[in-house]
Structure formats: C-alpha cells, structure tokens
C-alpha cells in the first residue's frame, strides 16, 4: 500500500533554541521527511534556526519559504550552502517564493522575474561556477550590483540543496515546472473552497517538469483539545490570508460573502487599513468555510484534513507538511499530530495516495 509521507513547519518561530527544541520533540515521535521554517525578517535568522535544528536532530530541514528580496544573492547561497556543509547526509531544501507579506516593508519589482533569476543564480552557485551580474539584469538592479562583476562561492556546497518553488498562481507555477524540483503549495493561496472548485487543476496545468519532482501540500493546522483556542490561535493567520491577500475578493468568489462585506473590504483596502482594523469584518463561520487553515479539536483537524486530502489525491503530492501555526500550545498540538492525526491518516493512506 502506498505510504504518505509528512513534514512539519515552525512559525511563529521563538528562539532558535526553542525552536530546536520543539523539533526535537517532533521527530522523537515520527519520522517527518522535512523540517521547515520560514523566512521573515521581523523573527530570528532562518538559517541559524535550522541550523540548530540540524545540531539536535537527524532532519531533513528548508526553507519554507525565503524568497529574492530579503537577503543579497550571494548571501542567499552562501547560507544555503553553509547549512548544507553541517547538514552532511541530512538534505537541504531551499524552498523559495516572490516573497509574501512579512516581506512587505521592501518595496518590491519584478516579482516573478526576480524569481526565475534567483533560481537561476542559485543553480550557478551550488554548482561552483562563477557569473556575470549582467547575466540576471533585474537582481543587478534591485540590489544595485555592479553588472561587469563576477559573482562566485569560495566553499560551494558538497550537496547541492534541492529547489522547491512556492506557487500562488499560473506564473510560478510555471516557473516551478521549468526550474524547480519541486512545487509547495499552500491552503493558505489554495484553500478548500477553491479546491472544491477545481483550483489545484489549475495550478498544475503549467507544470510539466522533464526531471523528478517533488509536489508539497503545505497545509496550516491549529489543533487542541480546546477546539476555540485553536481557532482563536489561528484567526489572524486567516484573516490575513483571505484579506491582506485579496483572496476574498480576487479568488473566493463563490463563497456566501455579503455584498456589503465585500465592498467593506474593498473600500478599506483603498483607504490603507491594516488587517486588525479589517479583522471585524471577517466571521468564524467565513474562515472554516474557506478552508483557509484547518482548525479544532483533533477529531475536527481530522475530519477537515479528510477532506482535503481526498480531493487532492489525483494530483500526486508527495508530501503533506503539517504547518503552522500548530496550535496555540507547541507541545499538545506536536502530540496531538504525531499520535493521533498522522498515524489515523496513514492508516487512511489508500483514500489518498494514487497507486
């Protein structure tokens, strides 16, 4: 019978040590086939964290995800590759997007292609060539590189890590067909409402990748005992994703939004309001319909975690992360997960997994 495989992602981070903590805990009590963390600049150094994962762990750990615009070139691939050199046999992913809204205070251009070149220059760096900045005009530009230099890794890594690309829509889902050997997508840019309606058909109608391919479902849990703590803990992750990034209004349209919401929203978008000032007009009954984060008990997780999984098996994902924000108490939710919900959905494993 064919055999799911799971990962696990941390945010909000605490320090790294804690961090390293909890994921010690994680893997003491399964075998995750990953360890993510995020990168966002308001919290601790992503590479240190999963770097002190790697010391109390034997995990296979990424970034999930950093994205072009947060950190130089160069610095992007010298900390992958430093990571890799002390992650030895255990592998490194680097899971990379356009950059999302904890990125928000660096004015951005050129996402997408910013995107393509920084896979691209990655590549050259892991592989232990050197580059032109003419080469990748547009990371010349923003990060204001002299286009005649060269640009190179004095220790390139061993290992070079893997490439999983972060997709929101057709044009990176594109480009993780083209460049990736991999593709994450997330319920909080695909969430149930849309893959009830076919939306993952859509993501993948673009990716036709030549080389192995990993497909990643990062899907956002808040699970306890107590079913309203965990919904409470995850609200503002879902208001800010049904919100801040227009989901609601771009893509969600045949959820029972009222119109006067709807033009609330709208009209606050234009005037500047930030997510706390727009978190009224969202109603609990609105985020569990959206399936934009998978909240409750554990037996509430499960039933939803049912669904979702069972409406994506014709699109062959590989791995299911359990992802943040886990629950509003680290040590129950990572309980409640490798005991409960993970051994249930393996033994559920045929319902999901194509043969």
């Known amino acids: 019978m064919p055999k799911m495989r799971f ?4 945010y909000p981070l605490p320090a790294a040590p804690q961090t390293a903590a909890y994921a010690k805990r994680a893997m003491s009590q399964y075998p995750f086939e990953r360890l993510w963390v995020p990168d966002h600049l308001t919290h601790e ?9 790697v010391a109390e762990t034997r995990a296979h750990v990424g970034t999930s995800v950093t994205n072009p615009v947060c950190r130089t070139p160069v610095d992007l691939a010298s900390s992958f590759s430093a990571l890799a050199h002390l992650a030895g046999d255990q592998s490194v992913t680097a899971g990379i997007g356009a950059g999302s809204s904890s990125s928000d205070m660096i004015r951005k251009q050129h996402r997408v292609g910013m995107l393509r070149e920084i896979i691209l220059f990655l590549r050259e760096m892991f592989a232990g060539r050197r580059i032109k900045w003419e080469e990748f005009p547009r990371l010349a530009d923003f990060f204001r590189l002299d286009p005649a230099a ?3 890794l004095r220790l390139p890594p061993q290992r070079p890590p893997e490439i999983f690309v972060a997709a929101a829509g057709p044009q990176t889902s594109k480009i993780a067909g083209d460049l990736g050997n991999g593709i994450i997508l997330s319920n909080l840019s695909f969430p149930t409402a849309l893959i009830r309606q076919g939306a993952l058909a859509e993501a993948f109608v673009n990716v036709s990748p030549i080389a192995p391919f990993t497909r990643v479902s990062h899907l956002h849990i ?4 107590d079913g309203n703590a965990a919904r ?3 609200r503002r992750m879902a208001v800010n994703g049904l919100i801040g990034s227009h989901l609601l209004n771009q ?10 919401t709807r ?11 930030t997510i706390e000032e727009l978190d009224p007009l969202i109603s609990e009954r609105l985020i569990e319909e959206s399936g934009i984060v998978i909240a409750g008990t554990p037996a509430e997780c499960l039933a939803q975690l049912d669904e979702v999984l069972r409406l994506a098996k014709p699109y062959r994902f590989d791995i299911v992360d359990m992802a943040s924000p886990l629950g509003p108490d680290w040590n129950e939710a990572i309980d409640i997960i490798c005991q409960e919900i993970l051994p249930e959905l393996e033994r559920r494993s045929s319902a999901y997994v194509e043969n």
Do not use: W, Y
């Not at 990962?7 to 941390?10: I, K, N, P, S, V």
């Open 7 to 10: 990962g696990m992602q941390f």
């Open 45 to 53: 150094n992503p590479f240190v964290t999963l770097a002190a994962i």
């Open 150 to 152: 060269e640009a190179f």
């Open 222 to 225: 808040s699970v306890s005992r």
């Open 232 to 234: 409470r803990f995850c």
């Open 251 to 260: 893509r969600l349209i045949e959820l029972p939004v009222p119109t006067a």
């Open 263 to 273: 033009a609330a929203i709208k009209d606050g978008h234009r005037q500047g309001k």
